[in-house]
């Protein structure tokens, strides 16, 4: 199953479409068990993914591509993506390349949380919702929108608005 092992590759393409060149990310060293999800890439071209290698949560990650290494961005005993049998997970989001900021929900201990992930600083920053059950987030202009629930707010869709995405 996907959420026990699986791989993520990259396939580069030629002008003729051709695929030329295949490489392993993730899940390719059988000395390390993960299941690698969510890929994304930055307008940068940065390729970011959820995996659980080392610390057995499922983290935020970065592909080095000039020397084919995975690099935590942050690590926090938290899953920050949920099971593999959900289809439709997006629990983070590239919020701004430029400040080099990432949204991300992540649950630790049974709550969910909202969070805004600086890739350079290596810091987290979390924001107040009222909710305990996030389940997707997705950006916007200037804005999140999250889609979350808790024991007195039904399953809904709020807008998270930041002044410093500017």
């Not at 690590?75 to 919020?95: C, H, K, M, Q």
């Not at 810091?123 to 202009?141: A, E, K, M, R, Y």
Request: glycine share 6%; aromatic share 14%.
């Amino acid at each position: 199953m996907p959420w026990d092992r699986s791989q993520l590759w990259v396939g580069y393409i030629s002008e003729n479409g051709d695929v030329y060149k295949r490489v392993c990310v993730a899940g390719g060293d059988p000395t390390i068990i993960e299941s690698p999800t969510e890929p994304k890439w930055s307008s940068e071209g940065e390729l970011f993914f959820v995996t659980d290698r080392n610390l057995g949560f499922w983290n935020l990650h970065k592909w080095v591509e000039s020397d084919n290494t995975v690099l935590p961005l942050y690590s926090l005993d938290a899953e920050f993506t949920r099971p593999s049998w959900v289809f439709g997970i997006n629990s983070y989001e590239i919020i701004n390349d430029q400040k080099n900021l990432i949204a991300c929900s992540y649950k630790q201990k049974g709550k969910s949380y909202l969070g805004v992930l600086d890739k350079n600083k290596n810091t987290l920053s979390v924001i107040q919702t009222p909710f305990t059950d996030l389940t997707n987030i997705t950006c916007g202009v200037h804005c999140l929108y999250v889609e979350g629930a808790s024991a007195v707010h039904p399953l809904s869709i709020a807008k998270v608005e930041f002044y410093y995405f500017n």
